[in-house]
DNA sequence: CACATACGTAACTATTAATGTTACAATAAC
DNA sequence: GTTATTGTAACATTAATAGTTACGTATGTG
């Protein structure tokens, strides 16, 4: 795996979710675009909605054109996993065989393959397992309680103020959250 | 992972391991250059040389240059796991972060790193448990098994007789175990 | 010692994958 | 009809991998 992807696609998707959280709370639109999302990631909208037409397929977000367009989770936090992100935006096929293939007249070569299936394949299985232990809920709480989101709500912060404490280092005036 | 290394990095480890196995109980050498791997592996032997001395630095095979020389194991076939391999060759880091970094002036951003850290070295490490679970002689010998190596050792046959029966649809004169 | 063989590694090429970017058609709200 | 947004094609850039050639170094054999 020699892609961002993972980690991009599930950037994107505890944005969509702490935007879904917060601006839900306070009753606003929990829609967000591929501009504020690559704002946050840092990026080219393009790449982030490369990421989203993949996170689409696999039913994780829903995604509307047109203005006031945008994208959505398409399921609730609490059910995504790690693994649905994974497997959504990364590649069959954890462990690369030879380019070539093995030399077949060979003893080695003509059975490398067949007695290494067993043992990758359950290494791959071992890892997305791994990673279904991780709700997408899971992380956006981390986050909240980092941010200390939870005590600000309760301290009666509108949506703003709490936006604005996080956009007082910025210069941009894009929507962070 | 992109590569290809730690299943050719495998393939080489089981040659070795085989041609330990099968010529030690012949008392004969055991010792194998990386023209004999590059033709098992059916690649160039700088390919396996560059992929030997990672594995070298690993503590997993020695090598000897001159005349004679070559590689052998430098433990147990039965001590060495396929993790050993893959930590020998294989980068550090199953997981890529953003290329350029996240965006730091946002709730998201600052902190994705730090919330994702925990799953992604906890999937790594499950990977890398499953992957403990084979060992290379236990590869060797479903080898062994597959192709009928005891029962030939049994009957009678001499390495010359075993090995002729592995080349018969090849045309190159090189050792292939 | 001279020779033959093999490792170790630098240097270069070719191929592939990932990311970033520009551009634009299609879509949808107002 | 205007504006904002997605979806995707096309292309450029960068980085990693694998393959190859070349050559210095090491070492057993005669």
Known sequence: ??????????????????KALLCGHFGMSTVVSSDELAFSVNTNPVVVRRLLSLLQKAGLVTSKAGRYGGTTLAASAQSITLRDVYEAVEEEGL??????????????????????????????????EALSEYTIEGLVLEIMQIHKIGEKIEAGMTYEE????????????????
């Not at 604005?164 to 929507?175: I, K, M, R, Y």
């Open 162 to 177: 709490i936006k604005q404490e996080f956009d007082q280092e910025s210069t941009s005036a894009l929507d962070k959250f």
């Open 1 to 18: 795996m020699n892609s961002s992807r993972f980690v991009v696609g599930t950037h994107i998707m505890v944005a969509l979710a702490g």
């Open 95 to 128: 462990f690369h065989a030879h380019y070539q293939g093995p030399n077949m007249h060979c003893a080695i070569g003509n059975s490398i393959e067949e007695i290494l299936e067993s043992p990758l394949s359950l290494a791959e299985k071992a890892m997305k």
